[in-house]
């Protein structure tokens, strides 16, 4: 039974076939209660994630993009169940084949299943518990898990090889490093447990230009190494275009557009992906920029309107794209939230 008073959903256990994805998530929603007053009563409530739809294949990296508070943060830590869930359905194969709904698991029963997912989240310096050595940064999953010390020892050896730094490392404390080097260390501890999934969360954004790309290629030697799949949280649309296989655009807790990254790229079909794209700026200085300035307001989240999000802002929205939510319609391998798509 789940701790949520409010589960919809039952958690299930069985068999999965060859082509069962890795993940499949279904209607998820967040919503964070709002409270005003004296008594701080709950007044409304803000829908940080209003009914996502996504799969995750096994050694797949999906890319999601979206502007600040399109709530691309708040889907994974949904996903992870760092938070609970409002509604809908987290359905992760394990490693025994058997399929189970995270959204409907209490905390006890989620532990034993964590170990297949893990995190890399954006801030390198406040991951890190700074009184505690490298080593024991990265071998504390496997000391709650329960591994014995001399595999512990081995185990964070070969990690830090394979991040890219020296068993010396092990021995220092975090203030020693760089930001690149603190991130690297994340990162060896998100694969402490061997996890199937990688959820990584801004990754690069907090550190130098110059380290990024050092920091991203190196999650792709891991992630071919390990044979992991990835969700690759980004607003940076060059850092997708690198990695990713898919691309999912998020607007306002939904998914607008998702499609192979090179299709996207190359013929976005909805207003607000259109806009993203031109948005970005070149490294070429002769290529003229195209952006196209969008107007009006980010919707409230606490005050949802009956349609599309992005109506207000969007230069081809009708009276129909105010009046009800577009479905997510998905056609030759591309899923669209528009009712006049480009």
Known sequence: MSGRPDAEVTPVAGRVGERAPLV???????????????????????????GVDLTIDDGQCLGIVGESG?????????????????????????????VRDWAAL????LRPLRRSASMVFQDPYGSLNPRLTVGDCIGEPLLIAGVPRAEREARCAELIAAVGLMPEHLRRHPHAFSGGQRQRIVIARALALRPRLLVCDEPVSA??????????????????????????????LKVVRHLCESVAVMYAGRI?????????????????????????????????????????????????????????????????????LPPLVEADGRRLRCLDPV
């Open 70 to 98: 399109s709530g691309k943060s708040t889907l994974a830590r949904a996903l992870l169940r760092v938070w609970p869930v409002t509604r809908g359905s987290i359905r992760i194969r394990g490693e025994d084949g058997a």
């Open 106 to 109: 209490s905390e006890s029963e």
């Open 207 to 236: 550190l130098d230009v110059s380290v990024q790309a050092q920091v991203l290629n190196l999650l792709g030697e891991l992630r071919q190494r390990y044979r992991l799949a990835m969700l690759f949280i980004t607003h940076d």
């Open 24 to 50: 499949e998530i279904r209607n998820l929603a967040k919503h964070f209660p709002v409270r005003s007053g004296l008594l701080q009563r709950v007044s409304g409530h803000l829908r940080a994630l209003d």
């Open 256 to 324: 607008v557009e998702q499609a192979p990254t090179a299709e996207l790229f190359a013929a976005p079909r909805h207003p607000y992906t259109r806009a993203l794209i031109a948005a970005a700026p070149s490294p070429d200085p002769t290529v003229r920029s195209t952006r196209q300035l969008l107007a009006g307001e980010v919707p409230d989240p606490t005050r949802p309107a009956p349609g599309c999000a992005f109506a207000p802002r969007c230069p081809r929205a009708a009276a129909a794209c105010r009046a009800a």
